[in-house]
């Protein structure tokens, strides 16, 4: 008679046997998301366009780390004496690295890429800070960790441009289609709670827990418009399958993260948004880019 119940979690969890396949793919997409948020948090004090320097805080501040605290003699020798001198272009560099790690992570785009990248970036902090006050170096090794996994794992296969990529078109269609929606209705999601909460607000509010740093960008009204309207072009391109549709929604939302890079530094935010908030637009424009290429239905099919 098969255990129910209370028995039959225990036997699951005592168990020799590893899990069945689609159970484990699953559990490393969702570490890979997991991945793809810190990267996203961690953008967030990746402030441009000093970084930091001119109050020596920010990233200024934890790349200084590297000289005071030096973790490889060598590795501290750089930092000094060729990434600091070069420091504005360094933090645009870092900015555009983990922006680029997190968006690929969140969705699941070119993922052994996206890891290779991780493991490199995740080694060059934990050089940085190992060994400075209140650091622990264990989370840069778990970190290391993580992405080796992502490397050598089938962690693209739910929830990710590559497991779409690698479908042939007749299976790919319908997944791209579903794909797209789902972001979109986050996309729009993301938006409208930031335009529930800007209104009547001047300042740009944060969406997401800032206690929990689990956070989606700082937006103003005008900017949770636009995320907003972003969603709704993917869920209506995945709807009517249009690809011209989604190409629109990424035209939008590049057009977007492009504007908040320039903004920075400005006295006056048109569209408010932080680095974060570029991810967010940069994620919908991948996707809709990626998906829009498979949607369409061939022609004489209904």
Known sequence: MAAT???RIAGWLLAPTPLPEKGGQISLAVLRIIAGLIWLHNVAWKIPPDFGENRDGGLYLFTNLAVDHPVFAPYSWAVEHVVLPNFTAFGWLVLALESTLAVLLL???????AALLGIGQSLAIGLSVAEAPHEWPWAYIMLIAIHVV?????????????AIRALPDAAARPAAVRFLGVWGVVVAFIGAAAMLVAIGND???TVGSTDLEVTFGEYNLRGGLVLLVVGVAMIVAAVI???VVAFVAAAVAVGAAVWIYIQFGRGEVWLGGTTETAVVFGCAAV???TTGMRINQPK???
């Open 5 to 7: 119940g209370p028995g």
């Open 107 to 113: 969705t699941g785009t070119l993922v052994r890429f």
């Open 150 to 162: 992502l490397l050598f794992t089938a962690c693209a296969r739910f929830a990710a441009v590559d």
């Open 203 to 205: 300042a740009p509010i």
């Open 241 to 243: 399958r249009a690809s």
């Open 287 to 289: 996707v809709a880019v």
């Open 300 to 302: 004489g099919l209904s």
